[in-house]
Each structure stands twice: as C-alpha cells, then as structure tokens.
C-alpha cells in the first residue's frame, strides 16, 4: 500500500506542477506583444515544446537507475 500511495502522491505532483505551468506560460504570454504573441499562436512552437517535454520525461523514467526503488 505504500508504494501505491507514493505513486499517487508523485503523479498529483506533476499534475500540479503541469497546471502551474501551463497558467505561467499564459500568463507570460497575455503580456508579450503582439508579434511575440503571433509566433506563439500562429506556429507549430507549442507543439515542439510538448513533444521535447514528454522526450525528456519518458527518457527520465526509463533510464536505468532511477527513482531509487
């Protein structure tokens, strides 16, 4: 059971720190200019940033030797 909810613990932290995030980049962006705002709108950035951030999780947690179990 305690693996259980240490599991649990460790994915709301993610999602929190997901959430925190994501409101950080909106807000970051709501204050760019309007050509700032173009580039993040308007092209494929978003997409890249997603799919380089889950790379690196999934690498993170398939490497051998982590997490200390």
Do not use: Y
């Not at 909810?5 to 994915?11: F, S, W």
């Not at 993040?40 to 051998?64: E, H, K, N, Q, S």
Request: no cysteine; proline share 4%.
């Amino acid at each position: 059971m305690a693996d259980r909810a240490r599991g649990l613990r460790d994915v709301l932290a993610v999602a929190v720190v997901g959430v925190a995030v994501v409101l950080g980049a909106a807000a970051v962006t709501a204050f760019l200019p309007a050509g700032a705002q173009d580039l993040v709108f308007r092209t494929p950035l978003l997409i890249l940033i997603l799919v380089v951030g889950t790379a690196g999780v999934l690498w993170r947690i398939t490497r051998p030797g982590s997490g200390g179990r």
